[in-house]
């Protein structure tokens, strides 16, 4: 209300400025005019102050048309300053030339300046500037008249201590100007400092590389410019709350690489695709404004000796909205889900598949603590259900954003049961239930006997072998009753069907390292061959507990795709485990196949 009426008290005056003959000054007739001030405030109006050769005040000299700047000494003001309709020449390079090193040790208001350069400054009191500047006549005469003159209103590497309220431009008229706020410090000397940086139908806005100390209250509100850039700033642990306004789509805003501590209040009333929203630089601490807003009018509704200003400024009111309020209050639920979904839909226009994820599960987030919080509240299944099921899908695929989730509790799965059912025998090991007893009773008729372990094989594997044999006996007596192709095809078959026993039989033979009984067997020889037996048959269990559990992973894979079309080949509990694991494996892929699908369409 304050800057409404100050705007409407000013409004004549703006109007009637363009018409109004501006006195001109140099810096240092400026600066003179201020030290010779006898009074506690110095009041300005209507004045241009420009640039003059071997100007004393700044001690800066022309060199081939620019001018340098080469005094080092600070500026010193102790008095208030108060300026209105006042521009200053100046130069945009890259040591900056406008208000150099000056330290402002009271408060600054300034209204209606079109051009006004602040470098390497320090603000120790308040800062207030209001610009409304109504058309651009009076910027196009200053821009013919002066040939180091731009609309430009800026801080650069300033420092600032109390509280700043900028608002440059107006709703109702466009105005050329650029405002810049470049490696600014904003150091307050209590936690309750406002820095508030209004622009409106400007040319430029940026807000660039600055810094917040401390604890504060920041308001950032960047309305229909057509260029906005709010870039790598450290917000700290400042309050902030950013708003923009635009009635163009054609509007380019970037916002990017900045660093919030805390939750933030954001309001973004048009997305277009070339705007710039980095979604990582505030991923879960974005709020609604408008949620908040409501928030803080229902304590208001319930409370009518409450006060607006200072609920919002309460850390206590802020910390309940954004861990409960902004779930529980409905409306400001809707608010924070519409902002939620417009950043999705945002995401989704530029074609940023990772930001939208991103988002979707943050907006998914907020509905299942939402529906825990109904479940709570009034319980029934509908809202249970909905409940458990988000959080299932969280855990499982992102909510249908990842697939590589299910894949991966897929095989979490799979291995599970995988052990489980090696505990258990199954009738694909029909007749492998005593192998390791076999296996122990074979080493142990080795060990007793003269033969070999290649003869001991054999005569465990006679009735193979004979089989072997009769076959190749029974084929040689047939040579003259069948034709040569078919004995000739008999040959392979024979030579891999005994493959196995005679390759087995070769291995065996060479390593062979008893030879003999083992009671017979030196003291010394007895410990380096009981060393080698030992590892043998450790090396044996190992592999026979290898193929166990690969038949038992086999199962398991069977039994999660369901690809044994009913069949369990296994009885006892773990039959009706398998049951449980055909359910869990057909509604886990399903989720996969939607969750694929949903990623492939997007």
């Known amino acids: 209300m304050k800057k409404i009426i100050f705007f409407l008290i000013l409004l004549p005056f703006t109007c009637n400025s363009q018409n109004t003959k501006l006195k001109e000054y140099s810096h240092t007739e400026f600066f003179k005019l201020i030290a010779s001030e006898k009074d506690s405030i110095f009041q300005l109006q209507n004045a241009f102050v420009k640039f003059q050769k071997e100007d004393s005040a700044f001690a800066y000299r022309s060199i081939r048309g620019e001018n340098i700047f080469n005094n080092k000494d600070t500026l010193i003001i102790n008095k208030k300053i108060i300026l209105n309709n006042v521009h200053f020449e100046h130069q945009v390079d890259d040591e900056g030339q406008g208000l150099p090193i000056v330290v402002f040790n009271k408060d600054i208001e300034i209204y209606n300046t079109t051009s006004l350069l602040f470098y390497n400054c320090i603000f120790k009191g308040n800062i207030e500037m209001d610009t409304s500047v109504l058309g651009n006549d009076q910027i196009n005469r200053f821009e013919k008249k002066y040939s180091n003159y731009d609309s430009d209103v800026g801080f650069y590497n300033c420092t600032f201590y109390k509280d700043v309220d900028i608002d440059i431009g107006s709703i109702e008229y466009y105005s050329s100007i650029n405002f810049h706020m470049y490696y600014a410090t904003f150091s307050p000397n209590d936690n309750n400092r406002v820095i508030q940086l209004y622009t409106n139908s400007i040319k430029d806005t940026n807000i660039d590389e600055n810094i917040f100390k401390n604890k504060g209250f920041l308001k950032i509100a960047v309305d229909n410019s057509s260029f906005t850039s709010i870039y790598g700033n450290d917000f700290g642990y400042y309050r902030t709350e950013i708003s923009k306004e635009s009635f163009n789509d054609q509007q380019v805003y970037i916002v990017e690489k900045n660093k919030f501590n805390d939750s933030f209040l954001l309001h973004v009333n048009l997305f277009t695709i070339n705007n710039v929203y980095r979604w990582k630089q505030w991923k879960g601490k974005v709020l609604s404004s408008a949620g908040y807003d409501l928030y803080l009018k229902h304590l208001l509704d319930q409370n009518s000796n409450l006060d607006y200003d200072e609920l919002y400024v309460s850390d206590t009111v802020f910390y309940n909205y954004k861990t409960k309020y902004k779930i529980e209050l409905e409306d400001s639920y809707k608010f924070e889900m519409q902002q939620l979904g417009q950043f999705y839909d945002f995401y989704k226009l530029q074609h940023d598949s990772d930001y939208a994820n991103q988002v979707y599960i943050e907006f998914k987030d907020l509905e299942t603590k939402r529906y825990a919080y109904l479940y709570n509240k009034n319980p029934s299944f509908k809202t249970y259900f909905t409940w458990k099921i988000n959080q299932f899908l969280k855990l499982f695929s992102g909510y249908g954003t990842d697939p590589s989730l299910s894949i991966i509790f897929s095989l979490y799965v799979v291995f599970i049961f995988a052990i489980i059912y090696m505990l258990f025998p199954n009738s694909w090991e029909t007749g492998k239930k005593n192998k390791l007893m076999n296996r122990l009773q074979f080493f142990t008729k080795y060990f ?27 084929m040689n007596s047939s040579k003259k009753e069948v034709p040569n192709f078919f004995l000739w095809l008999t040959k ?8 196995n026993y005679k390759m087995t039989g070769r291995i065996l033979k060479h390593t062979d390292i008893l030879k003999g009984r083992w009671v017979d067997l030196p003291k010394r020889r007895k410990v380096f061959t009981g060393l080698i037996m030992s590892l043998w048959i450790v090396g044996l269990i190992i592999l026979d507990l290898l193929i166990k559990f690969f038949n038992a992973l086999t199962l398991s894979i069977n039994t999660f795709t369901t690809l044994g079309f009913g069949e369990i080949p296994i009885k006892g509990i773990p039959r009706y485990l398998a049951v449980i694991q055909g359910f869990i494996g057909w509604f886990m892929l399903t989720i996969f196949s939607v969750s694929l699908i949903s990623q492939l369409l997007n």
């Not at 392979?492 to 493959?499: D, G, V, W």
């Open 492 to 499: 392979p078959i024979y030579y891999f069907s005994s493959y």
């Open 448 to 474: 007793r006997q003269k033969e070999g372990i290649k003869e001991i094989y054999e005569e465990e594997k006679q009735e193979s072998v004979m089989s072997y044999n009769e076959f190749k006996k029974y």
